[in-house]
């Protein structure tokens, strides 16, 4: 079976720019998560989805940076008026979730997002 | 509040050494779970293992090993005979029954492995 796939692998874009960036999670897992790493650091939860609605979404820094999953599967990350600050590797993960219980979450190649 | 720290900036070995790679963490819960991930330079997180509060118990998979330690916090990673091919960046993460979809990750501990 498939991994987690992200496109694409590397962006680069000029400060100001909308960019969109795409996860998808493993075929049959029910829960995506968003994740940023700057670098040297660990990753920074952004959002996370079960199903098609936004669960927790607590991490996004700024109303600036958006996601949608419309049916249930593949997400976007969408960022507007992109900032220098902004670049980072933008990791997706997905799960199952079992009644609530923390499950395993297994992370794709990542998006390296560089803004000029 | 949710942290993990992981104070080990950098390690390098030369292979066939042992390494411990540690890992301390903090949670306003009795309900938790600890992972360990795996970030070769290639970039994707691999998932290694995952372990709850209630299990205390040590777990040895092949050349790897982890020391849960609930008295001091702490979920440290042995790997034994280090290879070239262990180099890489190690995360711990942590979760807990208030945010149990969202991972708190240490800043990682980068290992060298030298031939």
């Known amino acids: 079976g498939a991994g987690v796939s992200q496109t694409p692998s590397n962006k680069v874009t000029e400060k100001g720019k909308y960019v969109e960036l795409r996860c998808d999670p493993i075929s049959g897992h029910t829960a995506l998560y968003w994740y940023r790493q700057s670098l040297g650091q660990g990753p920074e939860f952004l959002i996370y989805?079960?199903?098609?609605?936004?669960?927790?979404d607590s991490g996004l820094p700024n109303d600036r940076f958006f996601a949608v999953r419309p049916e249930g599967s593949v997400s976007t990350l969408k960022i507007q008026r992109t900032e220098r600050g902004d670049s980072a590797v933008y990791l997706c993960?997905?799960?199952?979730?079992?009644?609530?219980?923390?499950?395993?979450?297994?992370f794709g190649p990542g998006t390296r997002l560089t803004v000029l | 509040a949710q942290k993990v720290t992981q104070a080990q900036t950098e390690i390098s070995v030369v292979e066939k050494e042992d390494v411990t790679l540690d890992c301390v963490y903090e949670?306003?819960?009795?309900?938790?779970?600890l992972f360990w991930y795996k970030q070769p330079p290639s970039g994707e997180l691999v998932f290694l293992i995952r372990?709850?509060?209630?299990?205390?118990q040590n777990e040895i998979s092949g050349r790897y090993s982890w020391n849960f330690q609930k008295s001091t916090s702490s979920f440290n990673f042995t790997i034994t005979a280090s290879q070239v091919v262990d180099s890489a960046v190690y995360f711990c993460a942590l979760s807990d029954l208030y945010n149990f979809n969202k991972f708190y990750f240490g800043s990682g501990t980068k290992l060298n492995v030298k031939p």
């Open positions: 949670t306003r819960d009795t309900t938790y779970y």
């Open positions: 372990r709850n509060s209630f299990d205390e």
């Open positions: 989805f079960q199903g098609t609605g936004a669960a927790d």
């Open positions: 993960a997905s799960s199952t979730t079992y009644g609530g219980e923390t499950d395993t979450q297994y």
